[in-house]
């Protein structure tokens, strides 16, 4: 199928307009022209030297990735390092184009905050925040422990990071964040009312703020987000087109060994 046809189904879902403003989405590194046919694509949450490779050797010409590849407006910022202006010129050499899906895919309904709080289990799940990155629901009748159980099965982890005083309470309202949610605890008022925040990652002086609010915490790591390659997987696939003429290619990340 064309790449232009392809973008344009995954943007009719997930507007450009969405994402926060802070955030760089959409086309990263435009190798190729648009009108080109693509027979396969890769996901993954981020593009580096051995994606690339990959996409190399399988002759893959687009990477749909979540977090962006270059965090600026443009290669030249000088926050850009020289390891991403290489891979860049590789990605380039290659012909391989790279398509960002971040906040614009986070905050979606089919999107990644949603999509893990249904799959946990959560009832009355709705956005917490005005930005739409942090959903809120509720458990009726699990403990602390037994959520970090749930968790470590769904996310394959072995160990998770959790800041409490007591595994055996019972847990009611739950916040989720995936990635860095460390600035949710900072916004909210003492009063809130939530049991548990998940999360990704955290500031050490966050955790600390929740321990004063009294909020239990799982910080699950950043590769949470990894349930970003299945998610835009099923998506893609559930367009009878797109599964009939295209190779859906995965990329997940070694696993995290703790020693």
Known sequence: MKLLDLIKKIENTFPLKDACDWDFVGWQVKATKQNIEIEQVLIALDVTSDVIDIAIKTKIKLIICHHPFIFANNLNDKTVSQVKKSLYQKLIKNEINVYVLHTNFDKHLNGMNWLIAKDLKFSNIKYFDQEKLTVIGQYSDLTLFEIIKNLKNYFGFDQVKVITNDLKTKINNVLLSSGAGGSVIEAM??????????????????????????????????????????FVSEFLLSDNLIKKNLIINKYFFPKVVFI
């Open 189 to 230: 008022p003492n009063n809130q009312n939530i049991d548990l925040f998940i999360t990704g990652e955290m500031k050490w002086h966050q955790e600390l703020e929740a321990r004063d609010k009294n909020i239990n915490v799982i910080i699950l790591g950043h590769n949470m987000e990894e349930k970003f390659v299945n």
